[in-house]
């Protein structure tokens, strides 16, 4: 068994920064199942939200906040995020992170601006914020003796026991090695930061990793989860047959871009007093109405009228990617569609991370804190990420001296079977139609209906792949599916619940916001026995 003083679940941003931190207290393990690059920050392409020019103010950053939220967010994080912004840049910056450098002596770094900001206050790397960020925590934290990193391992399921005042604790996790076999690693503290659940969705800007595990373990685990029903669809994915999960940044439309239709009509005038700078939410829901209507199959996104030079130096990622699939952003506008991007809700924490479970952190897309509220601002999750993971492992290395070492030995893994799978058709039939029903009916408009039967169709679902759990020998595609298939649940569940429409959940049956009924959370959590 191995035991580790903290131990960390993914290696993307808020990860690899809570390990940084926690490092300088402890050992640290950071279990990630796959390379320890692939993440979701990794593919962040816009940048960080940070209030860092002159005529910008905090008080500008949390009104746009509060105002893309839709009335759900937690006015006292965003306060405090946004406050905290400036110096994660910097702790960033001196981590090794080569922002973009500001032609501007006023301002240290080269600042963009996306859709729902007044102001120009996104910290980037060119367009390949997301790359930079991750390589130089990831050099830093490979540097570092207390840290090991485990790769191609699998979180199965947290491991609870009871604590001293006998109330359930999390002590650490049932992991699945590239032998095959199940593995418990003990922690005296456990951190979530596994990302989002964009693969539940048929259409998704994530990678492949992205199957919600934190959030299903965590829920398995008897922790509190919350707003789930608020998915959001980022409107500029790249549509093209050969393209897979490649986002067109948000950062194109604030350097200029228009949305167009195919006939070359612009449209997002008609819908918010922002056009093609709305927020998202209203963004890819005037897309989701607009094809609809026409019965096209993508809108363009069109910044050809800005000069090439600036063009390509401004986005080269997005720009060489784009010309190997025979479109040049600097003369052709660029197909594209919504596609689901960045989950606000998951697992409830406070303001220093802990989840309901003692013992257990929570950051990044992951955790639900109350800063997104029902629409996340554009490039607040990266800030959010720095924030909470800092503030996470300052309170596990404070409860360090207090909290327990794990037992020498860990409950064995029993929930699973251990015959070989005969029948990899299932686990892939299931995976494909759970994705496409999530598309239809769990997509960016809903209505009753369409939730009933999707509710209906993962009840049949589920049952089948929890006898294939049952029976076989699990494999990270099956437990993938697993964990899919209890976000799925949540996710429905939320929606269902959610009489009205605010935000990120649109309902036809229930189209205008209800403050007497509905300004608040909605929380779910399973009783263990």
Known sequence: MERFDFLVL????????????????????????????????????????????????????VRDTLTAGGGLCRPEVVERVVRLGPDQIRVL??????FTPSDDPAVPFDLGREGGHSRRRIVHARDMTGRAVEQALLD???????????????????VVTAGQ?????????????PDGAIHPFGARSTCLATGGAGKVYLYTSNPDIASGDGIAMAYRAGAEVANMEFMQFHPTCLYHPFAKNFLISEAVRGEGGVLRLRSGEPFMDRYHPMGCL???????????????????????????????????????????????YGIDITRDPIPVVPAAHYLCGGV?????????????????????????GANRLASNSLLEALV?????????????PGTPRPPDRLPEFSGTGTRPGDDDVVVSQNWDELRRFMWNYVGIVRTDRRLARARRRLELLREEILDHFRRYR???????????????????????????????????????ADDDRWKRDTTIRRVRA
């Open 388 to 400: 909470y993971a800092e503030a996470a492992a300052r309170d596990a290395v404070d409860a360090l």
């Open 474 to 512: 699990p494999t990270p595609d099956l437990l993938e599916l697993r964990n899919l298939g209890q976000v799925a649940d949540l996710m429905i569940r939320c929606a269902l619940a959610r009489k009205e429409s605010r935000g990120l959940h649109y309902n036809l049956d229930h189209p205008e």
């Open 348 to 372: 409830r924490v406070d303001l220093a991370g802990r989840t309901t479970l003692p013992g257990l952190h929570a950051v990044g897309e992951v955790a639900c804190t109350g800063l997104h």
């Open 165 to 177: 005042d006998g109330r359930a604790r999390c002590a650490g996790v049932h992991v699945l090695g």
């Open 278 to 324: 709305a927020p998202r939410d209203v963004v890819a829901r005037a897309i989701d109405t607009e094809l609809k209507r026409t019965g096209d199959d993508h809108v363009l996104l069109d910044i050809t009228h800005r000069a090439p030079a600036f063009v390509r130096d401004r986005f080269p990622g997005i720009w060489k990617t784009c010309l190997e």
């Open 10 to 61: 993914g290696s993307g941003i808020a990860g690899l920064s809570f390990a940084l931190d926690a490092a300088r207290a402890g050992t640290v393990a950071i279990i990630t199942k796959k390379r320890d690059s692939e993440s979701n920050t990794n593919y962040a392409q816009g940048g960080i939200a940070a209030v860092l020019a002159p005529g910008d103010s905090f008080e500008a950053h």
């Open 140 to 158: 830093r934290a490979r540097e570092n003796p207390n840290i090991r990193f485990f790769e191609n391992h699998f979180a199965v399921d947290l």
């Open 93 to 98: 910056a001196r981590r090794g992170v080569a």
